[in-house]
């Protein structure tokens, strides 16, 4: 698999949660990790103040270094006058009662069929938070997103087509919307869940579009993206900023966004469960190297940009490792990054570079984890499955072993649906903001440089043969 240039962006109004305790894993294989404590101490986590108030002040979103994992936001919003009361051992708030409560699952979305595949990249490559261009080329993302998604069609297509000729998002998503409804309400919360796909149906444009309509007086923003990425949660919740700049009625409406929530106990013991459960089919489960594979990102996410993600990753291994510990299971383990995309460095270790390491080191037994989403999807059915496992099996382990994705897994829902309870009280306003986007003061000059410097480009990539086929080595 592959992947493209990237991109920054500040992050947004976050609402944290529970933190988990520390612990250190000790060095297992030769790639393993050292688990430290770091998730404790070193909480760098890269958060632009987001400016949004009309009134002129900003608000600020920032982590305390008294809480562990816990944003705070600071500056006045809409609620913050409103008075919560607790009415029962749920911790639901009674002040909610009357409230139209909302809560938008966002996700990345995925073609249903193999004629979708080609539009769905495009969506994907246009997206200005996967390739991130320069200013003065941002007018070449669009016609660099059709060359790209049409390039790279065919090879998805083949990928989709060996999982039943579709990605199988939709309908999980869904299913865990109803899930997560049905938990809320046992908690005594009434909500209308609504489903926003970053690049296919139903899109985030259309969930905030019917957000609207049934006039939903409180919001809860979920990317089911347990890590925060810029360029999937960060992504998805700029779509919202540039509606809520935009609207009346977004600016005014309360909303707490959920950035991440790996840390929470919840996904920590399922995901635990999980994995216990699959090494209990080993034979001797003892000796199985537990191999977290999570999504890779740009190397330059990470170390320009200041994508959190890579932070997040080892953390929340490290919290896992931590409670199967507890749980007197002392596997080794290792963490590498998968489905990389294009020329450009991308996280490292490698997936498949790993895979064979441990192969040639003697490793028998291997137990994949997918660790960075939580539905299955075509990296987990396609590429896990089948290329690792190929892979894994010709470099000399002898068992292997997958552990599924937590789709709807009760106790998962149950703690997404208490994160969604804990999110509702610090929803505040959004307000408008000051568009940040110089564009449009833009003089003659720099227009013209501008299309000078786009069209020497544009000639390079889209008419020289020889560059063309370069690109598509590397697309493919
Ligand atoms: C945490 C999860 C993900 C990160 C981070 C991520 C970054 C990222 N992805 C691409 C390019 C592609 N992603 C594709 C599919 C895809 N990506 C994720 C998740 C993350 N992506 C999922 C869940 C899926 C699958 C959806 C499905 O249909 O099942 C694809 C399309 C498939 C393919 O052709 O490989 C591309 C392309 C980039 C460039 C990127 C970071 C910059
Ligand atoms: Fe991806």
């Not at 890269?46 to 979103?61: H, M, W, Y």
């Not at 320069?134 to 069609?153: G, N, V, Y």
């Not at 080794?332 to 270790?349: D, I, M």
Request: hydrophobic fraction near 40%; charge should be negative.
């Amino acid at each position: 698999m592959e992947r493209g240039i990237l991109g920054s962006r500040g992050a947004v109004q976050i609402l944290g949660s529970k933190t988990g305790a520390a612990m250190s894993c000790g060095k297992t294989t030769s790639t393993s990790f050292t688990c430290s404590t770091k998730h404790e101490l070193n909480l760098h986590v890269n958060v632009k103040p987001l400016q949004l108030a009309t009134d002129g002040s900003s608000r600020l979103a920032y982590k305390t270094p008294v809480l562990k994992n816990q944003w705070n936001l600071s500056a006045s919003s809409s609620s913050a006058n409103v008075v919560t009361t607790f009415d029962d051992d749920k911790g639901v708030p009674s002040s909610f009662a009357e409230e139209k409560i909302g809560v938008l699952l966002l996700n990345l979305g995925g073609p249903e069929t193999l004629d979708d595949v080609q539009p769905f990249l495009f969506n994907l490559f246009a997206d200005p938070d996967i390739i991130r261009l320069p200013r003065l080329f941002r007018f070449l993302q669009r016609p660099l997103a059709k060359l790209i998604s049409t390039f790279r069609a065919p090879k998805s297509k083949e990928g989709y087509a060996s999982i039943g000729g579709g990605s199988p998002l939709r309908k999980i998503t869904d299913e865990q919307a109803n899930a997560l409804k049905i938990a809320l309400e046992k908690k005594k919360l009434n909500a209308n869940i609504y489903v926003g796909m970053r690049y296919w149906y139903p899109f985030t444009e259309e969930a905030i579009d019917q957000i609207k309509k049934d006039n939903i007086s409180k919001l809860v923003v979920l990317p089911l993206y347990p890590q925060y990425s810029i360029s999937t949660s960060g992504s998805s919740i700029r779509v919202l900023q540039n509606v809520v700049k935009e609207d009346s009625y977004f600016s005014g409406l309360p909303i707490s966004i959920i950035e991440s929530w790996y840390q929470r106990d919840g996904y920590v013991k399922s995901m635990a469960d999980l994995i216990e459960k699959e090494l209990s089919a080993f034979s001797n489960p003892e000796e199985v190297m537990i191999f977290f594979s999570a999504h890779g990102v740009p190397l330059t996410y990470v170390q320009d940009a200041g994508d959190p993600y890579r932070d997040q990753m080892e953390d929340c291994i490290s919290l896992i490792m931590g409670e199967l510990r507890s749980r007197g299971i002392l596997n080794g383990h290792t963490l590498a990054y998968q489905s990389r995309v294009g020329p450009v460095q991308w996280l490292k270790p490698y997936t498949d570079e790993v895979l064979v390491e441990l192969g040639q080191n003697g490793v028998k037994s291997l137990l994949a984890v997918p660790v960075s989403f939580v539905s299955e999807h075509i990296e987990t059915l396609e590429e896990i499955d089948m290329e690792y496992k190929e892979l894994a099996l010709e470099s000399g382990i002898e068992n292997w072993g997958r552990v599924p994705a937590l789709g709807c897994t009760s106790t998962f829902i149950s703690d997404l649906a208490d994160a969604v309870v804990e999110a509702l009280p610090s929803a505040s306003a959004l307000g408008t903001r000051k568009p940040e986007d110089t564009d449009s003061s833009m003089d003659l000059m720099h227009y013209l440089t501008k299309m000078f410097f786009g069209s020497i480009l544009a000639f390079i990539l889209l008419l020289s043969p020889r560059l063309v086929s370069a690109f598509r080595n590397t697309m493919l």
